[in-house]
Structures are given as C-alpha cells and as structure tokens.
C-alpha cells in the first residue's frame, strides 16, 4: 500500500482523532501497513525502541518473562489501540516483550523518522507528545488498580 | 436532604425474620482454587423457596456465628438455595468444613435485587468483578432465560487470573449461541490465555450499548466499582441508569442493628442492589 492510501487510515484511528490532517501528512512517510500473524514477536525486552504501532485489527500481549514462571501477560492491546511509547523516550529500548495473540493489522511508524519530524515541527511534537501522555496516564491508572489487587481477598 | 426511601421489595416475608429455617447441606462443590458453593435444601419442605436475584441469606453454622451471603443460583431452580463464597473469615471457614447432610440456619430471603423488570426491552449492561460475579449470576441467569425480553446482553467480568474465573464454561457457551456479549479480563495470564489482560474499566468503552436507554448492573470490590462507574458515565450512562451493589457489615439483616447503615440508607433493607444515584454522593466518603 503506497503512503497516499496509509494517510486516511492513520487519521481514521483513535489515536490520532481530531488532528490537523497537515500534522499526519508529515508523518505518513515514517508509516507502512503491516499485517502480524498469532505468535509474531513484536518487539523483545531490551531491544532498540524503533517501531510505533496504532492496532488496527486483533490483540497484541505486552508481556515479561519472570525466572522460574515463564512469561506472563501483563496487558492486552487491542483494536483501535497503540503498542509502545518507547520510541519516543530516552534510553529508547523496550521494557517488554510483545506478541500477537491473534492476528493484526496494523500501521507501524519508523520510531526515528517520527522523533526527527517532532523535533522539526513542535506543533506534531506536543501533539504527539499529549496524546502518547493520555496512553500513559490509562496505563499507569490501570496499573495502580492492578497493584491494588481489587478481587483478591482482603479487598 | 435525606433522600427518599424506597419500598424494600422482597420474595417471602418471613414471619420471624430473626428465627432462623434448618437447611441441610446437599452439596459442595469447588468453583476455583479458592471459591466454592455450597447447595443446601429446607429440612421444612413447605419453606418458600422463591426470591429475587441479588437478594441475600443470613447464615449461621451453629457455635461459630452468622454471615450475610448472596443467593447465587438460577433462580428457576426452586428445590435448593446455594451460597458461593470463598474463605475469608471463621463463618465461610466453618461453611467450608461443612459436609453433606450437615445442618445450618438460614434467614431470609432479604434485601433489594436486581431491576430485572426495568430492564425489559432496553440493552442490559452488567459489570462484574471477582466473587461478585456469584452476585451478578442469578439475574444472569434470568436474563438469558428469558432473552426475547431484552435487547443487547453485555457482561464485562474481571477476575485476577483465568483460573479465578466463575462459570466461564456457561458464560462461553452463551457467548456462542449468540446469547451475550462477553468480555472477560483477568490482571495476569499465562500465554496459554487468549483473551483480555488489564482492568475491567478499560473494556467498557467498547461494549455495544443504547447509552441512552441501556441499564447497568455493577457488582464487584468497591473500589472496581468505582472506576467502573466513572467509565459507564464517561460512555454516557446517567446515574440513574446504574444499579450498584453494596457490601457492608449486615448484622441483624432486617434493620434494626444499624451496623449496615450508610447515611441514611441500611444497607440490608434498602440494599443491597441501589441505583446508583442515591447512593453517589455517598460511596467516596471515608465516613458517614
């Protein structure tokens, strides 16, 4: 699919709703279209942070490996969601594995060409920025309640 | 202003709600690793079997004490009462050490149910966390029972593991016949978990409802309780649209201890099943 026809399904995702169309045309060209099959590793703790992806279709699992339990799912991510913000913060390396659990369609951004075009255009930048901070701020609420360990017996 | 107090539905009005029946154990069966059921049949086979889903029983296994409990079973199963519950103080210990053919007291039925009447003909949106889903199981039960009555059935159910989930079989197979949207979530899985992991409150914006018109039952820990809500109001369901329940410490059952009480509300008679905005004001006070 060549970047023309990525533009509208990137601005159509609930990521990016409500912004500037002119913003996603400078980031269409750090997009491809990709398509994962169950089992397909995304990414694996530790490795280069490079790749952003807004989830079209099916479930990817954030998970992490504990000695002697094997792995363990930490968060599902969904259709209409996006896997990772490593990309967009220093040391720029994965905290998690990711692996599909059933198939995906997704867009996936080059990390870099996203960082170098927020660098260039601040507006994308803070744009970018508020919107990848709403995901963390769901992520970090969401752990706090995991933490609580709400249907456990002394809850 | 204190707000107005409603009716207290209830099935049966027992004549001396502080005497309690003699049932007889008839079964018990484990449901996870820590929840367990137990069956249990009148020694009086004229005792009044009928109650509304969401209504409790006091019970009092002899020498140790007494314990509010759920009545968790389908309701068109009328030859026994059943309890589900996990161990987590002397009563539900003892009510573990039980075996078949043992006896205990039971008051009731007691308290509110569910607004299963008010939900005829809208989309139905139930929110279960945990043990809670045993609260939720007997209006489940009703509503799939007599399904042509309802619109859109959704059940977002969050458990801590898969392992923990309550009736997932039943729960699946309904999925299956087309019955009920199920979206279950657990807060940690193994890989061989396929379905949801993280919070139930993060699954409510997908479900497919009629803001507007849909009901919701919420039953869980309170504080899922909570973050639910905030998420049902945020997806455009007014207060008045939600039915929570509430958990306290119910003592007499009928009333009259007060240990229950909340605000102006006793828990065992006005609840436990409240729509939710007369008791809003109330669930984010550390006293009242």
Same mark, same amino acid.
């Given at each position: 699919m060549n970047t023309q026809t990525l533009e509208p399904i990137i601005r159509g995702h609930p990521f990016f709703d409500g912004v500037n169309p002119a913003l996603i045309g400078l980031i269409v060209g750090c997009a491809r279209? @990709?398509?994962?099959?169950?089992?397909?590793?995304?990414?694996?703790?530790?490795?280069? %942070?490079?790749?952003?992806? $807004?989830?079209?279709?099916?479930?990817?699992?954030?998970? #992490?490996?504990?000695?002697?339990?094997?792995?363990?799912?930490?968060?599902?991510?969904?259709?209409?969601e996006v896997v990772g913000w490593s990309w967009l913060l220093p040391p720029f390396k994965w905290h998690y594995d990711a692996r599909v659990i059933k198939p995906v369609r997704a867009v996936v951004f080059d990390g870099?060409?996203?960082?170098?075009?927020?660098?260039?255009?601040h507006d994308l930048g803070y744009e970018m920025l508020k919107r990848i901070s709403q995901v963390i701020a769901g992520r970090l609420e969401a752990t706090r309640l995991q933490l609580l360990d709400v249907y456990g017996a002394n809850a | 202003m204190a707000p107005m107090l409603e009716t207290v539905p209830t099935a049966a009005v027992q004549p001396e709600p502080m005497l309690p029946e003699l049932f007889r154990v008839q079964r018990l069966r484990q449901d996870s690793h820590d929840t367990f059921a137990i069956e249990l049949v009148p020694l009086n086979p004229a005792f009044p079997m009928a109650?509304?889903?969401?209504?409790?029983?006091? #019970? !009092?296994?002899?020498?140790?004490?007494? @314990?509010?409990?759920?009545?968790?079973?389908?309701? %068109?199963?009328?030859?026994? !009462?059943?309890?589900?519950?996990?161990v987590v103080g002397n009563v539900t210990r003892a009510l573990r050490q039980l075996k078949e053919g043992d006896i205990v007291g039971l008051r009731g039925p007691l308290g509110t149910g569910w607004p299963l009447e008010q939900a005829?003909?809208?989309?139905v949106v139930l929110v279960a966390g945990g043990v809670g889903m045993s609260q939720l199981w007997p209006a489940l039960c009703v509503l799939m029972r007599q399904r042509k009555n309802y619109e859109r059935v959704s059940l977002v159910y969050g458990a801590r593991t898969p392992e923990d989930l309550l009736y997932y079989t039943q729960l699946r197979q309904w999925k299956e016949a087309g019955l009920l949207e199920l979206y279950c979530t657990v807060d940690r899985a193994t890989r061989a978990w396929k379905?949801?992991?993280?919070? =139930?409150?993060?699954?409510?914006?997908?479900?497919?409802?009629?803001?507007?018109? #849909?009901? @919701?039952?919420?039953?869980?820990?309170?504080?899922?309780?909570?973050? @639910?809500?905030?998420?049902?109001? %945020?997806?455009? $369901?007014?207060?008045?649209?939600?039915?929570?329940? =509430?958990q306290r410490n119910m003592q007499c059952g009928i009333g009259l201890c007060g240990h229950c009480q909340l605000g102006p509300f006793f828990v065992c008679t006005h609840g436990p099943v409240f729509r939710y905005d007369r008791v809003q004001s109330l669930l984010t006070k550390p006293e009242v």
């Open positions: 279209n @990709a398509r994962f099959e169950e089992g397909h590793i995304l990414f694996r703790e530790g490795d280069p %942070a490079d790749s952003f992806y $807004l989830i079209r279709d099916g479930r990817v699992a954030v998970e #992490a490996m504990i000695p002697q339990r094997g792995y363990t799912t930490v968060q599902t991510i969904n259709a209409g870099k060409c996203l960082r170098e075009q927020c660098e260039k255009n | 109650f509304v889903p969401g209504q409790f029983v006091m #019970a !009092w296994v002899m020498g140790v004490g007494e @314990a509010p409990f759920t009545l968790s079973h389908d309701p %068109a199963e009328t030859g026994h !009462w059943e309890l589900s519950t996990r005829v003909g809208r989309d379905g949801h992991v993280g919070v =139930l409150s993060t699954l409510i914006p997908r479900l497919p409802c009629d803001s507007a018109s #849909a009901l @919701a039952m919420v039953c869980g820990p309170e504080v899922m309780t909570r973050f @639910a809500l905030y998420e049902l109001g %945020a997806r455009g $369901l007014a207060p008045e649209q939600i039915y929570i329940y =509430l």
